[in-house]
């Protein structure tokens, strides 16, 4: 168990690696239309390297925790929706289901609007980190919110799913556990095919210690907007770059293409967890978009988290 330094330390590693993977995997996201497109949102007014839509969605939920000790759907379903910016490159499904919000529809109308499922993208996934922090000593109440923060945009089973997988890593890596035990559990706690499938492959790559190449891991584990494609591939990257500096991890993920943003805000978030912000680059966070916000949000959430574990024990 981490001393009480250290998980503070960590949560802002975690919130930081997830914010820095954001803005530092976005310019390598997607095709040429997406890179050219981005390089006209890249920077702030001030110079700052620009985060997406993982670090919007993240800080909406961290503020709504903060708000309200919990997650209360609707006020979360607002708030999201107000944060809503085109620019930020939220994806297709999820833009249109925050702009029905905007308007007025109820979240369980608008998040069924485009798919009768739900959309089954890493929306969820790259958000679910926030309530790692909070829940990370108690699986099934971790398990429960993250469930309800990913069905407001993203109702399909196999979204949530990753989301949980993903926020399993992050609680998992916080509290320190070894990275071929991380990735057992996440064997274990895979219900559909897919997920398990994809994790058992990690598993053996992670025991076996193979230098698996960038081209390799998309083809095996995936690099695409479904969390099918993304959840599994960052967890193995957060895992195998665990004792690797975080500048190895995004230089590695950025080459591993596709959905690279939230390859790297997830992976990020994991590696930030391990390692906490002592070992984040001080040059990275300097030219990072509201650092110290997030910064300060991570502090905040550390002290909600004592007092909502105080309550629940
Ligand atoms: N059936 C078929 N295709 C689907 C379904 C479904 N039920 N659900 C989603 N898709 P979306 P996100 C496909 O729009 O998950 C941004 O860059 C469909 O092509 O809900 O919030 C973020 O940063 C849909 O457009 O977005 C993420 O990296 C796509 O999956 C990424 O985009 C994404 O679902 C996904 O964000
Ligand atoms: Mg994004």
Known sequence: MPSQAELKDKFIGTFIGLALGDALGA?????????????FFSKTPTGKMRWTDD??????????????????QNYLA????????WSRGYGPAASKVLKSIKKGVNWKVANRQT????????????????LALIYSQNSALLTKEITKATQITHAHPLAIEGAVLVGKAVSLALNNIDALEVIKIVVQNSKTEIFKKKAEVSLEWLKDKLDISPKDVSKNLGNGIKATDSCITAI????RFRSKSFNELIKFTRKC??????LCSM????WGAFNGFKNIPKELFDDLEDGSR????????????????????
């Open 115 to 130: 798919y009768k499922e739900g959309s089954l993208g890493n929306g969820g996934a790259m958000r679910s980190t926030i």
């Open 267 to 270: 992976s990020g978030a994991i």
């Open 236 to 239: 193995y990257l957060g895992l």
């Open 55 to 72: 670090t919007q969605m993240s800080i909406d939920l961290a503020e709504s925790i903060l708000k309200k000790n919990n997650i209360d």
């Open 294 to 313: 997030i910064k300060s949000l991570a502090c905040n959430l550390y002290e909600t988290k004592i007092q909502i574990s105080e309550k629940i024990n």
């Open 257 to 262: 293409g596709g959905d690279v943003d939230t």
């Open 27 to 39: 310019p390598y996201e997607g095709g040429f239309i997406e890179r050219f497109l981005w390089k």
């Open 78 to 85: 607002l708030k999201f929706a107000s944060s809503y910016k």
